[in-house]
């Protein structure tokens, strides 16, 4: 867990790296409120990871579904906090959620809380392998975590996007 969330930290917590991911974004395509892409390799070009995302406009926290190819596409969800200003010290904690996708009984997850001193993001990562499938056929997901609250993302165009960064994981996945 902690290589794949380390992956996302750099491709979002370095702002001049962040910049040159931007360009290795492929395949960007917008469903509902929704979107999916593919992370490529910025040397060789080959798919890295999969995304399927959403933000919410109010909190501005994004819900991110990864697929990374060396991991055979299993999903991990990482829900991303914006910080109001940079952090000045590590922070790596196991914590306790709850995600509830509509009415449907909640489900208990173990995550990993990350910030990296002088980013201005906290990354909450955790395994997406029992929650995905629920996640395409729902209306809402609910995430909370001991500290940051309850918030509550669309999932409209969820299904779409899920399924569309799964299939262009599987196409370049590494056996």
Known sequence: MRKILGLCLVVVASNSYALDIESNVKDFEKNGDWNNFAITDPYFGSV??????????????????????????????ELIYPLQQANIENIHNDIFGNIQVDTNPYLRVEAEEVVESGTNFTFIGFSGKDITNDLKFGKTVSANFRRYGVVEFSLNGAKVSINNAIDTCEQFSRS
């Open 48 to 77: 890295m990871s999969t995304r399927a995302t959403t933000t919410d406009p109010d909190t501005k926290i994004t819900f991110v579904v990864n697929f990374p190819t060396s991991e055979k596409c299993q999903p991990f969800i």
